[in-house]
């Protein structure tokens, strides 16, 4: 019997191999105890199958220069272009707004209603770019704020394509912060690691924020909880980092109500705020070009 209930539930452990240029990089596990089993409830094991084909059909999509109106738009209105892709997965089921249409302060609000299925919501520009220059910067950072979690939410990152049936951090190149059992993921399509907040993340209520961060020099993800920066999650991950564009990854399940902010308000983690760490002084900052205010060939004319 328990070993049905395994393969009905149980996420599973990779078993395929993938073509070289798709292996995880080296990250640094760390000392938080590993979970064969999530703590609430698991996808089933024929998601995780439909996963691993997906991940071995589909190659990772190698870095790239964004359009060159796009990058017009970050120099005149900074982090305003970022904005949350509409999933074209019938499991989604909600509405995604944003506030800047409405006048407000241009965060993105999320709805989902109580039949939505696991699905991974990502940005539309990516917060990481490879092709483009990290002088001056620190690493890059954005913010949601919970309005209501009657389902699951899973704040993270990811390359692409990913399977968008699959919350952050069960696949390749994928970290994740799952929201039910405060656990992390990277690459983990078992039950994630537990993560030390040193007792500060043990509930979600109304109104709490949860950041994700990337540092550039420890090549590190961290989160943060209500303007607190809590410890490292994995190191050396993404690694090189001109190897990829990363995009900004939340899954959802459930009945949930929660704004994204990529910096057109105030992060409640003050660094944030600084320059250092805003993804538009990264992203469309080219490699060698000194400048994040120069206007680049899109994709198409550079090659």
């Known amino acids: 019997m328990q070993h049905l209930l395994d393969k009905l539930f149980h996420k599973g452990k990779a078993t395929q191999s993938h073509h070289s240029d798709l292996s995880p990089p080296q990250w640094t596990p760390a000392v938080e105890t590993t979970h064969e089993h999530g703590k609430y409830q698991d996808a089933t094991f024929d998601e995780y199958e439909e996963a691993e084909r997906f991940c071995a059909r589909y190659r990772v999509e190698k870095p790239k220069l964004l359009l060159s109106n796009v990058v017009e738009r970050l120099s005149q209105e900074g982090c305003k272009p970022w904005g949350i892709k509409y999933p074209a997965s019938s499991r989604f089921e909600g509405r995604i707004e944003s506030m800047m249409d409405k006048g407000g302060a241009g965060v993105i609000k999320i709805f989902t209603d109580k039949i939505c299925k696991d699905v991974c919501l990502f940005s539309d ?54 929201l039910d059992d405060f656990r992390k993921f990277f690459e983990d ?34 989160f943060t909880y209500n303007g607190a920066r809590l410890p490292t999650a994995f190191s050396g991950v993404y690694v090189p980092r001109e190897k990829y564009d990363v995009y900004a990854a939340i899954g959802v399940e459930g009945q949930n109500e929660f704004e994204v902010n990529f ?8 660094e944030g705020n600084d320059w250092a760490w805003r993804v538009e002084g990264h992203v469309g900052n080219f490699a060698g070009s000194g400048s994040g205010r120069e206007e680049l060939p899109s994709y198409e004319e550079a090659l």
């Open 263 to 270: 910096g057109t308000d105030v992060f409640r983690w003050k």
């Open 125 to 178: 520009l990516p917060i990481m770019a490879g092709l483009y220059d990290t002088k001056g910067k620190q690493g890059v950072y954005y913010e949601v704020v919970i309005r209501k979690m009657g389902g699951i939410i899973a704040i993270g990152s990811t390359c692409l394509p990913y399977p968008e049936w699959r919350f952050p951090g069960w696949n390749r190149l994928s970290v994740g912060l799952h």
């Open 189 to 222: 399509p078992e039950g994630g690691r537990e993560y030390e907040s040193h007792g500060l993340l043990n509930k979600i209520s109304s109104g709490d924020s949860i950041g994700f961060g990337y540092e550039f020099a420890s090549r590190s993800v961290f």
